[in-house]
């Protein structure tokens, strides 16, 4: 060892007098609370204004968020994650995170319905006697002028024609399947292979 390195004993001692808390959440539970709030956060940072309009935020928090895209540098945009983060933790994050879940629900809702759409669009196109199922599947939709438009759809298709009238085809099936029960649009898996 050279003279100018002395080992010196940095060993730091807790205090014995702190009784711990057993309730308490450890450091790790903390930490990975924090986390979950930063995450929420970002979260939160991807979400039209028109949504956070919807959501009952405080000024600072709503202030940081919208001040989030201005951020570009990396570390810039980490440090003010943290910091939405920090701010969120003055804030109940359960009626946040359940507006979030419902947009998310409509929104596979809505992707549900559209493949429905076009799968049954495809198959009323191709074969005449599926509209027979599927009006008694959709009873509200009128199925005369479905019929007139998938004939149309087909004479279309036939001449190489844009096929507008596929279009509207898909839009009436598009329609009819957003008014399915939630159980349904909700992606359980059942009831969805049901209709497929």
Request: aromatic share 4%.
């Amino acid at each position: 060892m050279l003279p100018c390195q002395t080992k010196k004993n940095f060993a730091v001692s807790r205090p014995k007098n702190i009784v711990r808390d057993e309730n308490a959440p450890s450091k790790s539970q903390l930490k990975r609370d924090m986390t979950a709030l930063q995450d929420l956060g970002e979260v939160l940072g991807g979400l039209s204004k028109s949504q956070l309009d919807e959501l009952d935020l405080p000024e600072t928090l709503r202030d940081a968020l919208d001040d989030l895209p201005k951020v570009t540098a990396h570390e810039g945009r980490r440090r003010h994650i943290q910091y939405i983060g920090k701010l969120m933790r003055h804030v109940d994050p359960a009626p946040i995170r359940e507006q979030i879940d419902r947009w998310e629900i409509g929104s596979r809702a809505n992707k549900t319905a559209f493949k429905m759409a076009e799968k049954w669009r495809d198959r009323l196109i191709a074969e005449p006697k599926v509209l027979v199922d599927f009006s008694e599947m959709q009873p509200e939709v009128d199925t005369k002028a479905l019929a007139a438009l998938i004939e149309k759809a087909r004479l279309q298709a036939a001449r190489n024609e844009p096929p507008a009238a596929s279009r509207q085809v898909f839009r009436v099936v598009y329609k009819a399947f957003l008014k399915v029960p939630t159980s349904a649009a909700a992606g359980e898996k059942g009831a969805i292979d049901d209709l497929l």
